[in-house]
């Protein structure tokens, strides 16, 4: 493991964590340290790195600096990958499909927008709550959490908030790490009914409202962005 300068404690690396993050973007920097403090105060949330000893000035870096890129859904990339061959015969002799080449190229559509849907869920949950004190933790800066709430008083424990896009989307390693502490997880849509789970978002202001229609319409203004960028 790659360690280089192992921190003990946040106010030994406070310094090195505040230069990193502001280099990249300053505006993040209250909110970078005070998850870094977080993940000091209880080192078994923090969010490792392969190859990388956690709390090493380069673990502070790299986490900095995927907590800043991190925050703006990317465009979807359809795969360049070339499908088996296999998959084209089984849709033209069971489901008789005769157009089985747009079959193909449409649901490599539908697997890319898919692949996006969780990044543009965060960032438009994120647009809402970060300004009433929740904090998002892009860059798996704590393990299996997306937003954390921290309380008034400093002696009571952060609320961590886990997101999915739908109730199936879990794999089994991501719940084992959930299992046995205070994470709580929210999903958006049930898998089965397709009916969306907005009302039962936790620990939300009353002067917040997190809706279905709301998030559409943040998703169009997305991807009329990338359309511009592109």
Known sequence: MSSGIVYENFSTAKAVAKNAISEIDISLTKNFLKVLEFCFKYPEDAGGISGLTKFSARWIQVKAKNFATER???PPKVTELVSDPLIQKICNLYFEVENVDSLILHHKYGMAAEQVTGSLLEEYIASQIEPIGWIWCTGKLIKATDFIKFPKSLS????LLQIKNRSNSENSSSAAIRQGTDIIEWHRMDAESGETNWEK???ISTNISLTESDFHNFV?????NWRVIN
Do not use: G, T
């Open 72 to 74: 703006n859904a990317k």
């Open 156 to 159: 009571s424990r952060p609320v």
């Open 201 to 203: 978002f936790p620990n």
């Open 220 to 224: 169009k203004a997305k991807i009329a």
